[in-house]
């Protein structure tokens, strides 16, 4: 069963538009942490943020928030005033105790000029 | 910042070949992995060290081969591979094996097996 699910597989916007990218997950443990990471086209995958599982501030990044909510297992990633530099697939991850890091499929985002 | 540098950026070998990934980081960093990335699904973890040892091997089939000589290398050896094998393989590292450590990303080897 898949434990991350990104619904969305791609999606596209036009720069200056706010763009959501949704995150589920599924465990049994009490303990865990989320990520989300970023594949630009050069491939490699960039760390962007750790939540713990007690920890359900937002958070603000720049352009770049999450809305981590346990009551729906959700901890969804906005790029406010998204600008062509942040086309890229964007992963979400959960991390469980026995260090079982499971990742979603991905989102893939491209920013239009 | 990067840290982790994986070559060769490109390969493709015949199903009969016989041809090694290596991975080098030079962050200090305490524990090594193998990531699969095939197109439109989750990144599949194959192999993790920590401290130059195999603690996770995730049902990888035999023809592939992981080696990890010292904390800062890690190696992948490939043999008689299908074409199903046709994939990204990402090596990642982090200071330490624990659940809430964040993952260093080199860029990949991107594999076509013909």
């Known amino acids: 069963a898949q434990k991350v699910t990104q619904a969305q597989t791609e999606i596209s916007v036009v720069e200056k538009e706010d763009v959501t990218l949704d995150c589920v997950y599924e465990t049994r443990d009490t303990t865990y942490y989320l990520f989300w990471y970023k594949q630009p086209p050069s491939g490699e995958l960039v760390f962007l943020i750790r939540?713990?599982?007690?920890?359900?501030q937002n958070e603000i990044s720049g352009r770049y928030s999450w809305n981590f909510q346990k009551s729906t297992s959700s901890f969804n990633f906005t790029i406010t005033a998204s600008q062509v530099v942040d086309s890229a697939v964007y992963f979400c991850a959960l991390s469980e105790v026995r260090y079982k890091l499971s990742f979603g499929a991905g989102t893939t985002v491209t920013v239009r000029a | 910042e990067t840290g982790v540098t994986q070559t060769p950026r490109h390969l493709v070998m015949g199903m009969t070949n016989k041809k090694s990934l290596k991975c080098e980081q030079h962050l200090g960093h305490n524990a090594m992995y193998w990531y699969k990335q095939s197109a439109k699904k989750p990144l599949e973890l194959m192999f993790v060290?920590?401290?130059?040892?195999?603690?996770e091997n995730n049902s990888v089939p035999s023809r592939f081969s992981p080696e990890c000589p010292n904390s800062s290398h890690l190696f992948l050896h490939l043999h008689t591979l299908q074409p199903e094998d046709s994939a990204l393989y990402l090596c990642a590292s982090s200071l330490r094996w624990v659940v809430n450590e964040k993952l260093f990303f080199g860029s990949g080897t991107q594999l076509s097996v013909l």
């Open positions: 060290y920590s401290l130059e040892e195999r603690v």
């Open positions: 939540r713990n599982s007690f920890d359900e």
